[in-house]
């Protein structure tokens, strides 16, 4: 664990009231401490200080001029005062400064009733300009990106979005340009400004110039109902506010005290992707298909159909699929009625990863930024879990080495040092040699890796371990028991089939009723055909579904599910934290939508399966079944499938590799038009090598080929550091899936067109 340092404290007394802070603690955080509130623009606690704006003066005795309060260490021994005559005169100065030139537009402002400089302006502004000039005017809805306009004349240049972009993501696309009262925020190349984490400096502005495209001139605040919950969009579960509008998702906004899970930041999938929710094209009853169509059937009847179904088969011929979007008590009923049955084919595992908790090393995503080393493992967590890529960020800054193994990603982080190991012995041989505590970020795909690290790293260093995963709850269904071999809490049980098998199963004709929760395995299964032919060949698939998703469209039954912030419970984050999940206030689900609980609970009517009470499946129940097993560790032998390592590729000369992108996926974002512009264009991405060997160039399109199938239509990226014979695909893209080549495939690029995009897509 990291080093406790011993901490000195200073007592400074602020407006007459004594407190002791550690020393070097700013004077805008001390006065925090007895809830005394400084004004700040420029200054944000996860940036420190930066002292531009100098709204926060004060009076601190001893020192014949005002000081700025955020960029001021305490003393030991410091009188200040924040609320005399002095610092209200101070303040009443600089803000008459910043309202020269500033329009008075609060009627129709997004900041509204949200503006700092409405706040501050009220309580020390002059109340009339003594400026006898007309106002200068900046551009108004300059377009800065796909979701940031921005309305330059009511920027005061406080540089919070520039700091954001410079300290937070290193992407350092915002800049200062210009002089003086031309003073304007821009992106460095003039190009839009597009990154994972663009949506946070519209929280982050503090007078309404930075707004996002999907809430501008949306609403006021005194009009949104307000709930706090999770986010389910990946495995982080950063905390969010979730305000509605007349039934409507209008905004999510972070949680300013969520330090332990988010940090204070959301990615732009977690916050934006919440327009599917009022999308046309949900599901809103009971579909089931009769002589190749669907039909609107009742609840009553669907449940009879799928209790039927799973009555009349052998507990063997049954099988689950999912869980990895449902809540824990979901999950949890979810295995228990199936159990009940006889049956012990379930497993969340719909795609490429194999393991969700780290066993006995697993972290919280605080102690993250105190190790000494940071190893990944496989796939960035940058779009797997990008909130955690930002502690990461954070944890290098602070001194930590970052490690990549077997990555295969474009380059290395933006404005992080990070060292690229080709083996586990490499990693291990480049770790700091006064190393003592290392984290290890694994993607839970290459079993055989992250045992290999963790069995190779020296006993006296302790270990950190975080999984990032592919479903939002995936730590969660494996700790319900939604696995071949595991109930609730990891408890051994008489093993199931897995996934793998449960296909092979399905293949062979042996597979006569499949259940298909929160999961969309016709997308994400590593090998397209073989699942294609295993849904074909069930004769009764039922698929709980927000959607039409390519596996619901090959289902017998489907059930129209709700969504996230249509419903109650709780989820397990990769660091193993138990987090609420919580209604949107007056958000209405389509009618005849049902949470997957109450569809769980309706089969068991019907099965005859008593369901465990509301005591069992309470918090303090679910927490414990989802503590981490102290006797497991990174790539168990007993989370191994049955599908085992890749078979050797065939069909062509290079090896396909599947890559995650946070706004690919066909679940909600599909169904989300809002973003469309955020989606990435399929592409298969080249070494110099391979790409020279083909004839290619970054831009061109080109067909992959194996077998008897074809991936037409790939925007071709050469990345210099990827190995010969690999290409690296995007997964998840509904209209080209990843998988449709199958598992294990090999292909070839054929059909090469030279900057053909225009003519391709039309």
Known sequence: MPEQVKVENVTVTIDGVAVAVPKGTLLVEAAKQIRREIPVYCYHTKMGPAGLCRICLVEIEGMPKLQIACNTPVTDGMIVHTESGKAADGRRAVLELYLVNHPLDCPICDKGGECDLQDYAMAYGQGASRVADAKASKPKAVDLGPTIVLDEERCVVCQRCVRFDDIITGDQQLVLKDRGVRNIIATATGDPYHHDFTGNVT???????????????????????????????????????VDTRADVVARTMSVETDDAISDTWLCDRGRYNVGFYAGGDRITQPLYKQDGEFVPIGWDDALELWAKAILAADPSAVGVIGGGRLTNEEAY????????????NLDWRAGRQQQATPGRNGGSLLALEGVNAIVVIGESP???????????????????????????????????????????????????????TVAIVWDGVDRSLGKALVDALPPEIAVLAYVTGEQGNAR?????????????????????????????????????????????????????????????????????????????KAATLVLPAKGAYEKNGTTTNLAGDVLPVNAAQELRAPDDALSDLE?????????????????????????????????????????????????????????????????????????????????????????????????????????LASGDRTMHDLLVEVRPNLPRGVAVLIGGLPDDPANALGADAAATITNVRKGALTEVRA
């Not at 009923?333 to 012990?344: D, I, N, T």
């Not at 927490?623 to 990174?634: G, I, N, V, W």
């Open 203 to 241: 929280e982050l502005c503090p007078v309404g110039a930075l707004t996002s495209k999907t809430y501008r001139f949306k609403s006021r605040p005194w009009d949104l109902k307000r709930a706090q919950t999770s986010c389910t969009q990946c495995s982080v579960g950063c905390q969010q506010f």
């Open 333 to 344: 009923l979810l295995q228990h009625v199936f159990r009940a049955k006889g049956v012990g």
């Open 382 to 436: 940058a779009q797997r879990a990008p909130v955690m890529d930002l502690r990461i960020r954070k944890a290098v800054k602070r001194g930590a080495k970052l490690i990549r193994v077997n990555s295969l990603e474009i380059a290395p982080p933006i404005g992080v040092a990070c060292s690229e190991a080709a083996s586990i012995a490499d990693a291990i041989g480049a770790l700091p040699k006064n190393a003592r």
């Open 476 to 552: 969660g269904a494996e700790a319900m028991g939604m696995h071949p071999s595991f109930g609730p809490g990891y408890a051994g049980v008489q093993s199931g089939k897995d996934t793998h098998a449960m296909i092979a199963d399905a293949r062979a004709g042996k597979l006569r009723v499949l259940s298909i929760f929160g999961a969309n395995p016709a997308l994400h299964y590593p090998d397209g055909p073989a699942i294609g032919q295993a849904l074909a060949k069930t004769p009764f698939v039922v698929v709980s579904e927000l959607f039409m998703t390519a596996t619901a």
């Open 599 to 703: 569809m769980i609970a309706g089969l068991a009517a019907r099965l005859g399966v008593a369901l465990p009470s509301h005591e069992e499946l309470d918090a303090a129940v679910i927490t414990h079944l989802a503590r981490s097993p102290e006797h497991f560790t990174f790539g168990d032998a007993a989370f191994a499938t049955g599908r085992g390592a890749p078979h050797p590729a065939t069909g062509g000369d290079l090896r396909l590799v599947v890559h995650s992108s946070i706004f690919a996926g066909g679940g909600t974002i599909a169904h989300d038009d809002r973003l469309a512009e955020l989606e990435p264009l399929p592409e298969v991405a080249l070494g110099a090598a391979d790409a020279q060997a083909f004839g290619v160039e970054t831009g061109d399109y080109v067909d």
